[in-house]
């Protein structure tokens, strides 16, 4: 929002000493950020005179261009009373018409200095201006005329365009729509400055009556309240007053015609839009409804737009001749010709208002006011300044009859304890203090029984809680008052053990040397398909987006590893030649149920809540990683090392021991992974997810090193078998015995089958096996394979004898022989 400090004070009187940075600082204590403080025509130097246009030849030149040699009066200025010779290339005035001329000398925005010099055949002495070269606005379709009364050749132009006058723009948060008008932004001015505030709003009006233009709600909801106003006999050809043009043009607004400017100005000045219609294009009366199917309306912008049963119209006997509160319909734009115009200035349901203008991508200059919430008292003061303007510069006549149809909203209370605006706060406000803050904002106050009672003032819609009124009385005695205090201990117990726990999660993984990533939780069939996943996969059952962001990514993804792999394919193209990612995140299943719809009338039934949750999609957490290229860099301490499926493995081996649980394996086929290198990982029988090296299609469909491995599990099951308490290591004093064993047993029989067997024949005295070689050769024959254990045991009361360590590894054997058909070397 744009504002004139000269139109600020004409509604508060600051003191002379108020410059514009204290103005601005007051206001943005008060919560209008600043954006930027503008003057009009910075930059511009020397003679800038009135110039009367006396002789305008065209002359046509070869490049196809036409330019005029024009002689222009500009009295003494020239320092010889002499016509100025000067060459200009627009063409929209005329001999006689009052001009801007910038003479030799003279220094323009941006450091363009202006000389005499030999153009198109001519000496061009100066330069007649637009308002884009004075640093007035974007319009450079031709040059500045002024009213024929705006003074004698040669009398410096600075006052008469506002040159160097100071604009102020602010950001203005949703909560204060107010401040969308000058009425509001000298509101803030005078409280800030504790000064007396002129409201313009302030004017009696007529009362209504039923000679005025006949107005129909249907949709009372929708719009409460719309004023109806009718000027006749307004001149088409009369020109906006310079001094309205002007403070358009400051406030960012571009000037069309009288009576557009007109519904502007008194926009920007009181904070209400207001639309004009051509009297004689209206076919009976004004009806305010919702849509119908099939309905469709040309806006001002000349777009035919489809219309939703949700939108509200403004209608009549033809059908919707405007989106309320967003844009009027091109069929009854004041044109050129038109005399008679219908004023209408309407009160909208701000949430109506906000969906029509997203549902049809229109923000307005309206929509943007509406959707935030304007003063519902405001139409009938807004139409009348409207009718009072077009009388007094249009030459029309204001008919007798006044329309409001509706209601207006009764206002409302908001009641808070006394103290509350000093505990929430910690600075010292008292009684006295609350009150007279609350009553500068317009509110009408009362205390009784320790409770203040505050009328809302109809500007402030935003008002509505006694945090609020607490925010208006801390905004005043000053934001700058609140003191430091180092804030109280938090109550509760800290992180959660879900908490912990996945922090730990987090620290293994970075300890092995894992860079946690973070990705977008979006995926399509596209990225099944990479994956290689079979047409009735249960991972291709997904949540759709009502909005998706992409396309081709419109659903709730089921697994992380298609952003995992996209990132580590990334990282890849660019140069790293090993990448280790994780990341931790939600997955969605669809539940199969539909959500229903209840109103917002009251609160869900426990049974309606229920139905809700049970529609919810399953939402687990899971936790992914990829190794993809070298794990281990080559040196001169040796060749490096390829991350492959063991890796991954041992990743989920590491996280079970830090978790203290004890993690299984066994041969898998799933894809991504490669058929024959594919892991099922779970924990006391509950499968967690899988783990090994990624098929080679997916590799190649995802740009990855060849052998990548990844692993997937469900860390919620995993978190879900983490024990209470995790036991630490035991350490003794006692020597350890070592016995190493080989097995020969079938190719097809597991590692882990293997150790699960040796761990429950050796009984309490193993402290540890380890698998330290595989062979396969013609030695073992074909179709077996050896496997080599070292077995550690340790009682912890006393030093074992090898007696004690043979049976326990007899047993051992004797169990894996028993489970796994392993046969000693």
């Not at 500068?440 to 320790?450: E, K, L, M, P, R």
Request: hydrophobic share 40%.
């Amino acid at each position: 929002m744009k504002a004139p400090v000269s139109w600020i004070k004409e509604y508060v009187d600051l003191p002379a000493e108020v410059t514009t940075e204290a103005l601005t600082d007051r206001l943005t204590a008060l919560g209008l950020k600043l954006e930027a403080i503008e003057s009009a025509g910075a930059g511009i130097e020397g003679p800038l005179v009135i110039g009367r246009v006396l002789t305008m030849d065209p002359e046509p030149q070869k490049n196809g261009k036409t330019i005029n040699w024009c002689t222009v009066d500009v009295g003494d200025a020239n320092g010889t009373g002499e016509p100025q010779g000067i060459v200009c290339g627009a063409h929209n005035f005329a001999p006689g018409d009052l001009v801007v001329v910038v003479l030799p000398g003279g220094v323009l925005p941006g450091g363009f200095a202006i000389s005499a010099r030999k153009t198109y055949g001519h000496l061009s002495a100066g330069m007649i201006c637009s308002a884009r070269e004075l640093g007035l606005g974007e319009d450079h379709d031709g040059i500045i005329v002024l009213p024929a009364d705006a003074g004698e050749p040669g009398t410096p132009a600075f006052d008469l365009l506002g040159l160097g006058e100071e604009v102020i723009e602010f950001e203005i948060n949703p909560d204060r729509a107010y401040a969308l008008s000058l009425r509001g932004i000298a509101r803030e001015a005078a409280l800030g400055f504790d000064l007396s505030y002129h409201d313009p709003a302030q004017r009696d009006v007529p009362l209504p009556n039923d000679a005025g233009h006949p107005v129909r709600l249907e949709d009372a909801e929708g719009c409460p309240v719309f004023v109806a106003r009718t000027v006749r006999g307004v001149d088409p050809t009369a020109p906006t007053p310079e001094w309205m043009s002007r403070r358009l043009q400051q406030a960012g607004v571009r000037s069309i015609s009288l009576a557009v400017d007109v519904t502007n100005y008194v926009m920007l000045e009181l904070g209400q839009p207001i639309h004009a219609y051509d009297r004689a294009r209206l076919q009976g009366p004004i009806v305010v409804r919702r849509a119908r199917a099939g309905e469709k309306l040309t806006t001002l912008d000349d777009v035919v737009r489809v219309l939703d049963p949700e939108d509200l119209l403004i209608t009549d006997e033809s059908g919707p001749i405007g989106l309320a509160g967003v844009m009027g319909g091109a069929t009854t734009e004041v044109s050129e010709s038109t005399t008679d115009i219908v004023v209408e200035a309407a009160h909208f349901q701000p949430t109506s208002i906000f969906r029509t203008q997203r549902r049809h991508k229109l923000p307005s200059e309206a929509s943007k006011r509406f959707e935030r919430g304007v003063d519902p008292l405001l139409p009938p003061i807004a139409a009348d300044r409207v009718v009072e303007l077009l009388v007094e510069l249009g030459g029309g006549t204001a008919e007798d009859g006044v329309t409001v149809a509706g209601e207006f909203p009764r206002p409302w209370q908001v009641s808070m304890p006394v103290d509350l605006p000093a505990e929430l706060s910690g600075i010292e406000i008292d009684q006295e203090t609350t009150v007279r803050s609350l009553t500068a904002i317009g509110a009408q106050v009362s205390v009784a029984d320790g409770m203040v009672t505050a009328i809302v003032p109809t500007y402030r819609p935003d008002l509505s809680d006694p945090h609020d009124l607490v925010e208006e009385v801390v905004r005043i005695v000053g934001y700058d008052r609140v003191p430091s205090v180092l804030p109280r201990r938090a109550t509760g117990h800290g992180l959660t053990r879900s908490q912990r726990l996945r922090r730990r999660v987090g620290r293994t993984l970075a300890g092995a040397g894992c860079v946690e990533v973070v990705s977008f939780p979006f995926v399509g069939a596209g990225d099944f398909d990479a994956l290689g996943l079979p047409d009735d996969d249960r991972l291709r059952s997904t949540v759709r987006l009502a909005n998706p962001l992409s396309s081709e990514q419109p659903a709730y993804t089921t697994t992380l590893l298609p952003g995992l792999l996209q990132a580590a394919a990334r990282n890849v193209g660019r140069g790293a030649v090993g990448v280790s990612l994780f990341e931790t995140g939600t997955v969605a299943f669809p539940s199969g149920e539909a959500a229903p719809i209840y109103g917002v009338d009251r609160r869900p039934t426990e049974a309606e809540l229920r139905k809700l949750l049970d529609a919810l999609p399953h939402q687990p957490l899971h936790l992914a990683v990829v190794l993809a290229g070298e794990r281990e860099r080559a040196g001169w301490w040796g060749e490096g090392r390829q991350a492959g499926w063991a890796e991954a493995i041992d990743l989920v081996r590491r996280l079970g021991a830090e978790l203290g649980v004890q993690v299984e394996t066994a041969n898998s086929a799933r894809m991504p992974w490669h058929p024959g290198r594919c892991a099922v990982v779970s924990v006391a029988g509950v499968e967690l997810g899988h783990a090994g090296e990624l098929h080679p299609r997916v590799c190649q469909a995802y740009g990855l090193p060849p052998r990548a491995a990844a692993f997937e599990l469900d860390l919620d099951l995993l978190l879900e078998q983490t024990p209470a308490v995790t036991e630490g290591p035991v350490f003794s004093t006692l020597p350890v015995a070592k016995e190493d064993v080989a097995l020969l047993v079938d190719a097809e029989v597991t590692v882990a089958a293997v150790e699960a067997a040796l761990r429950e024949g050796a009984g309490d005295l193993l402290e540890s096996v380890r698998l330290f070689d595989v062979y396969t050769g013609q030695q073992v024959g074909e179709g077996k394979k050896s496997l080599a254990f070292a077995l550690r045991f340790r009682a912890a009361d006393r030093t074992l004898t090898e007696a004690d360590t043979g049976a326990a590894r007899d047993a051992a054997v004797a169990r894996a022989a028993e489970l796994t058909g392993a046969v000693q070397r």
